[in-house]
């Protein structure tokens, strides 16, 4: 597999899509990222079918394979049903994405996305434009700091690790993950560090590329493109994202509100193929070890 990045649950993500679909239809691999779920769509595509892949980290983009059935968009995934309208491709009939942070990304150390390296804070997906981890941490509030490390991160203390953020930029600008360890290294509990550290930086990097309501329009526009019968097939990592979807394909809306008609029956755009998430093998996990919080859920347009 490439050394940007090993997809995770390729062979189940990839198979649900062509569940009962035509291999010469539109595909759409939303997070291309290292291409390895394109590859194997690519494996299974009929000579006349089209594959559209998105990645808004230009970096994926030396990763394209060179087949005239793909389409390549550097753009955030949000905007799938306006690009499925401007290359004409009509009705898809599956829609894949793979919600993580690609390997590349967490083992570049100037991105900014691991505490393991001591670099810039910018995590930003895209780098041509947004405000970086670093904006956010010396633009933001107390108050504003705190609601994105509860909401995003589920971060225990975040009250106090925001206020501490605050104090340490009135003397010290907080522009590297070095710095950011400083601010808040006396709230860091020592017997759990990685895993404390882990939220507090993935609750920066939601804020910072909008990842949340990325997703919902996402959703909804993977839903309004796709044909009757046609697939959504995504794999999560935590468990904000993971609601988040497994509310949508049960009801068809993010907010998982169960729609009912006149009669009082209950009905939904989507129904679910997979009622729990398809969790990786143990083998899996062990040659890949971010793949451990992944989960795959799969839905049908009806």
Known sequence: ??????????????????????????????????GGHSREILSRLGSRGRLMVMDRDIDASSNLPEDKRVIFIHNNYRFISNFIRYH??????????????????????ERGFSFRFDSKLDMRMNRSGGKSAADILSEYSADELTKIFREWGEVENAVKISRMICQFREENP??????????????VP????????????????IEVNGEMRSLGLFLNGALSVLKQGGILSIITYHSLEDRMVKNFMRSGNIDGVIQKDIYGKSFSS??????????????????????RSAKLRVAKKI
């Open 1 to 34: 597999m490439s050394s940007y990045h090993t997809p995770v649950l390729l062979k189940e993500s990839v198979s649900a899509l062509f569940e009962g679909n035509d291999p010469n239809g539109v595909y759409v691999d939303a997070t291309f990222g290292g």
């Open 88 to 109: 004409r491709l009509g009705e898809v009939s599956g829609v894949l994405a793979d919600l993580g942070v690609s390997s590349h990304q967490f083992d570049t150390g």
């Open 174 to 187: 907080i522009e590297s993950t070095g710095d950011l360890y400083r601010a808040i290294e006396r709230a």
């Open 190 to 205: 020592k017997n759990m560090e990685h895993k404390y550290l882990a939220k507090v930086y993935q609750a920066l990097r």
């Open 270 to 291: 989507l129904e679910q193929v997979t009622k729990k998430p398809v969790l990786p093998q143990e083998s899996e996990i062990s040659a890949n070890t971010r793949a």
